[in-house]
T-cell receptor, first 115, second 114 residues
Framework: AQSVTQLDSQVPVFEEAPVELRCNYSSSVSVYLFWYVQYPNQGLQLLLKYLSGSTLVKGINGFEAEFNKSQTSFHLRKPSVHISDTAEYFCAVSEYGGSQGNLIFGKGTKLSVKP | DGGITQSPKYLFRKEGQNVTLSCEQNLNHDAMYWYRQDPGQGLRLIYYSQIVNDFQKGDIAEGYSVSREKKESFPLTVTSAQKNPTAFYLC?????????????FGPGTRLTVT
């Protein structure tokens, strides 16, 4: 069975500092990988996704993530964060070639950007 | 603008009452999903539908029911059999049900049962 582990439940960081949000997954088959962001009391918005090809994926708002198959990781990074990046971030995985589109989510990482 | 509408944003009910949460999309998507979100727990799949008049149970379907009579609509009923119904409920859709397709989320409904 697939599972997703987000290693940090909360990450505090100062404005303009770099940040990395960690995500590891477990699966017996190949997977697709996603990062979503959720602002308070709102739905989720896709930041980026890895389907195939280049392991470095660039997304919206200056975020990027790198797929590492050997370490089964998909860490999210941003070189310089803003106050507006304060939100909860979710890593998700789906099975390659799956017909049902079910996403398995991690428990989320709350990013808090301080001035 | 295309998107997913969930109403109401906040919903309050007494224990023992059934309640139906609305989800409408105008994206012309085939697949629709219902998730439950609890603090620190991430999102858990309740039900999903790949096509009109068809739906399947997700990981936590007990105490919930759905219908998919129209492509645009996927209402969720929280029944009195759901032991802990207080949660944030999110509806999502994707253009098709394949696992590579991005899911688009609605703004959510926060249900409080007392």
């Amino acid at each position: 069975a697939q599972s997703v582990t987000q290693l940090d439940s909360q990450v505090p960081v100062f404005e303009e500092a770099p940040v990395e949000l960690r995500c590891n997954y477990s699966s017996s088959v190949s997977v697709y990988l996603f990062w979503y962001v959720q602002y308070p009391n709102q739905g989720l918005q896709l930041l980026l996704k890895y389907l195939s090809g280049s392991t470095l994926v660039k997304g919206i708002n200056g975020f990027e993530a790198e797929f590492n198959k050997s370490q089964t990781s998909f860490h999210l990074r941003k070189p310089s964060v803003h106050i507006s990046d304060t939100a909860e971030y979710f890593c998700a995985v789906s099975e390659y070639g799956g017909s049902q589109g079910n996403l398995i989510f991690g428990k989320g990482t709350k990013l808090s950007v301080k001035p | 603008d295309g998107g997913i509408t969930q109403s109401p944003k906040y919903l309050f009910r007494k224990e023992g009452q059934n309640v139906t949460l609305s989800c409408e999309q105008n994206l012309n998507h085939d697949a629709m999903y219902w998730y439950r979100q609890d603090p620190g727990q991430g999102l858990r799949l309740i039900y999903y539908s790949q096509i009109v008049n068809d739906f399947q149970k997700g990981d936590i379907a007990e105490g919930y029911s759905v219908s998919r009579e129209k492509k645009e609509s996927f209402p969720l009923t929280v029944t009195s059999a759901q032991k802990n119904p207080t949660a944030f409920y999110l509806c999502a859709s994707s253009i098709a049900s394949g696992s590579s397709y991005e899911q688009y989320f609605g703004p959510g409904t926060r249900l409080t049962v007392t």
